[in-house]
């Protein structure tokens, strides 16, 4: 067990729709990442936020979109919903941002878009 | 674009054997971290290494990372069944506020 919680485990839509994904980063970690893994790309870095603040930005697409609350949790939005976003949803934490941090990673979020 | 580039993709083997998996790269990385995954779930860390010419080693497994922090290898000795799993690498940079930039895997079998 990493410490990182992530909610829901599985989710299921429809195109179109709208859906948040939660993450809850381990006990005093600052640092926020939020991962895509489909079976042609990989992991790919989406963005991180630091203590509230967005810190980097990857290949996020503009209909989705995150933030982080006072209280470090996360959540990520993912809007008008294609058949390609289906995919495992990872977020990370680390205590810093720096180059050597570890980040720990949450068990996903499987999202199938029907 | 993936930066990092890893070998061999798929890799079946008997329990006992030793198996060495690369990952390559044409960046400079501040740091480099290996991770084991099971279907379905979430990577588990197993190391980060971060100087040049830096070897880590943790019971069975070996990491290495390259001198000019580009690349990396990861050895395992006496493969257990246990080992199986997919393998990721993954790189971290400055420019990219320090996330994550994975390779696409190794899946290994490890068979009795």
């Known amino acids: 067990d990493s410490g990182v919680t992530q909610t829901p485990k599985h989710l299921i839509t429809a195109t179109g729709q709208r859906v948040t994904l939660r993450c809850s980063p381990r006990?005093?970690?600052?640092?926020v990442y939020w991962y895509q893994q489909s079976l042609d790309q990989g992991l790919q870095f989406l963005i991180q936020y630091y203590n509230g603040e967005e810190r980097a930005k990857g290949n996020i697409l503009e209909r989705f979109s995150a933030q982080q609350f006072p209280d470090l949790h996360s959540e990520l939005n993912l809007s008008s919903l294609e058949l390609g976003d289906s995919a495992l949803y990872f977020c990370?934490?680390?205590?810093?941002?720096?180059?050597?941090?570890?980040?720990?990673f949450g068990p996903g979020t499987r999202l199938t878009v029907l | 674009t993936q930066l990092l580039e890893q070998s061999p993709q798929f890799l079946s083997i008997q329990e006992g054997e030793n198996l060495t998996v690369y990952c390559n790269s044409s960046s400079v990385f501040s740091s480099l971290q290996w991770y084991r995954q099971e279907p379905g779930e979430g990577p588990v860390l197993l190391v980060t290494?971060?100087?040049?010419?830096e070897v880590k080693k943790l019971k069975r497994l070996t990491f290495q990372f390259g001198d000019a922090r580009k690349d990396s290898s990861l050895h395992i000795t006496a493969a257990q069944t246990g080992d199986t799993g997919l393998y990721l690498c993954?790189?971290?940079?400055?420019?990219?506020?320090?996330?994550?930039?994975f390779g696409k895997g190794t899946s290994l079998l490890v068979t009795p």
């Open positions: 990370a934490s680390s205590a810093t941002s720096g180059s050597y941090n570890e980040q720990f």
């Open positions: 006990s005093g970690d600052l640092s």
């Open positions: 290494v971060v100087t040049g010419g």
């Open positions: 993954a790189g971290a940079r400055s420019n990219s506020g320090y996330a994550l930039n």
